[in-house]
């Protein structure tokens, strides 16, 4: 029987389906080693390189940890779409040549993979990483010729039928992908992803001295803990927010990190993961803020960080010298940004080793980051690699590409977390919300019922830190019907009252006042 000339659809759903097996082959990998580039990641890591900083900027601001995210998602599903295409291509070829047509498509999308290949520490070599896109590329070739040969065989169907037949090559697909990524998975769970990449329970020397965080002042009752929707007081590890430019987190091995101390100290310096561990550390709360949280958004946390003191990493090193201006900071990767002399000196300035009571996770900065209370979170530059003391005033990454601020010091700020915007408010009502202020702590919190006419003072709850937010309250008892505009602000611990004047994040941070809408519904 003649080869019947399979429909543009037939085709791309065949070359969509090989696509996704290939894909699923890297994400096995990466799932059991995360050193293991994903080639869809590292092809957009590229390509963001050559995003205009105001754009890249300009998509961090309104989409915050979703920027970068979405763009590596947008990349992968464009790439299992590219596959789709060459599978068209391919389907329109005679039937004795679609075999050679697949395989030189599958090549030819190899290459690309290659071009996504990011050398990184305790990475794959070349070569390993060239077999793998070898694996994907004999995936995808005999994935490709097996759909299509099974779709050529049949004689001229119904539409119905015809979709059916496309349906199921696109299950078969996806039933084998989800294998793969499942055994990924498992394996990577059970073996804790071949390394250490963070978040385990921290362990520290025995007779290492540690200094614990003060105790919050005791409190009685459930007035705070039981308000349903405000935020805690403490972030979840997994919960804590992150920003970074880079799209793939550096993988490091403790064992063989070092971090660099060099520049205008007495003594240039190189401390093993071992020997920072041994150091005398604390543990103190603090609130971070990244500078492109606006008004009210949730690119803030707080989290319990443990570490040494940087000014006593720098003493190792023999001081720092009287020329010194800034502290530069290093990152694998790349990333740089700095601190001035007295800020980097202050005994609040950590090189942080773990949160929460857990090593740093990898998203975090593993194996050590900076922790400097009271400044944007640009500057507390994770995946430490070298601590660079200079005579100038030097300036980050964002500083560089895009202007950002470089003293970001935190804006005192404040947020309503219940109720939410719009939302329906019967009889008597709890408000509730946070403020924090860098370093400076809170005094009081005001909350204002009548769209900033007149103010109101919250309750406050004791103080976690004074480098952490403060959850407030206010009982509400509303006495007329219809729309009602709420604004909250803050009085930081040296009396300033927080601005009412709005500014956007760039390029040093947001201020204004939170406000929302509630609908008060009285009988």
């Known amino acids: 029987m003649e080869a019947r000339r399979l429909h543009t659809s037939e085709s791309f759903v065949a070359g969509v389906s090989a696509m996704l097996l290939a894909t699923a082959v890297f994400g096995l990998a990466y799932l059991i080693q995360a050193s293991i580039t994903f080639p869809p990641l590292g092809l957009a890591q590229r390509l963001l390189h050559l995003v205009p900083g105001p754009v890249a900027v300009f998509f961090i601001e309104r989409l915050g940890h979703w920027a970068l995210r979405s763009f590596a998602v947008g990349l992968t599903v464009g790439g299992i779409a590219v596959g789709g295409l060459a599978g068209v291509v391919v389907g329109r070829q005679a039937a004795a040549r679609r075999g050679r047509a697949a395989w030189a498509a599958g090549i030819l999308l190899g290459l690309a993979a290659l071009g996504g290949y990011r050398t990184q520490p305790g990475g794959p070599s070349l070569l390993l990483y060239g077999v793998l896109v070898g694996v994907a590329v004999i995936a995808y070739a005999t994935t490709l010729r097996g759909a299509l040969d099974r779709l050529d065989r049949d004689p001229v169907p119904a539409p119905a039928r015809g979709l059916g037949r496309t349906r199921r090559e696109l299950l078969r ?33 025995v007779g290492a001295r540690l200094r614990p965080a003060p105790a919050p002042g005791r409190e009685t009752g459930t007035a705070f803990t039981s308000i349903e929707g405000l ?19 550096p993988v490091v091995d403790a064992q063989d990190w070092e971090l660099v101390v060099d520049g205008l100290v007495g003594q240039p310096l190189r401390l093993r993961y071992a020997d920072l561990m041994a150091m005398a550390a604390v543990e103190q709360y603090v609130t971070l803020q990244c500078i492109s949280n606006y008004v009210g958004g949730d690119l803030v946390s707080t989290a319990k960080w443990t570490g040494v003191a940087l000014a006593d990493v720098l003493a190792r090193a ?21 601190l001035p002399v007295a800020t980097a000196m202050a005994r609040t300035t950590l090189v ?8 740093l996770p990898r998203a975090h900065g593993y194996p050590a980051r900076i922790i400097a209370p009271g400044i944007y979170g640009m500057k507390n530059v994770k995946w430490l690699q070298r601590v660079e003391v200079v005579d100038y ?19 005192t700020a404040s947020r309503i977390d219940v109720p939410a915007e719009l939302a329906a408010v019967r009889g008597a009502t709890i408000l509730a919300g946070l403020a924090w202020a860098g370093d400076r702590g809170i005094k009081a919190v005001e909350v204002s019922l009548d769209g900033g006419h007149t103010w109101q003072r919250a309750v406050l709850r004791r ?14 008892q509303p006495a007329t019907s219809g729309k009602v505009l709420l604004k909250v602000r803050a009085v930081d611990g040296r009396g300033q009252v927080q601005t009412g004047d709005e500014a956007p994040p760039h390029p040093s941070g ?3 006042y939170h406000q929302i809408e509630v609908v008060v519904d009285n009988p």
């Open 173 to 205: 697909a996806l039933a084998g992908s989800g294998a793969l990524l499942a055994v990924g998975f498992v394996v990577g769970r059970v073996t804790g992803g071949l390394g250490d990449q963070g978040g385990r329970p921290l362990v520290r020397p």
């Open 231 to 249: 935020t805690p007081e403490i972030t979840l590890n997994r919960l804590h927010y992150t920003v970074d430019e880079s799209i793939i987190d």
């Open 318 to 338: 023999g001081g720092v010298s009287d020329r010194a201006v800034r502290v530069a900071f290093h990152a694998v990767g790349g990333y740089t940004d700095s």
């Open 352 to 359: 942080a080793y773990g949160m929460n009571g857990t090593s």
């Open 393 to 411: 005033d030097y300036r980050g990454y964002w500083q560089r590409t895009d202007g950002w601020d470089n003293v970001a010091t935190i804006k």
């Open 463 to 476: 103080e976690l830190a004074r480098a952490a937010w403060r959850q407030w309250r206010l009982p509400w």
């Open 510 to 512: 947001a201020s204004g």
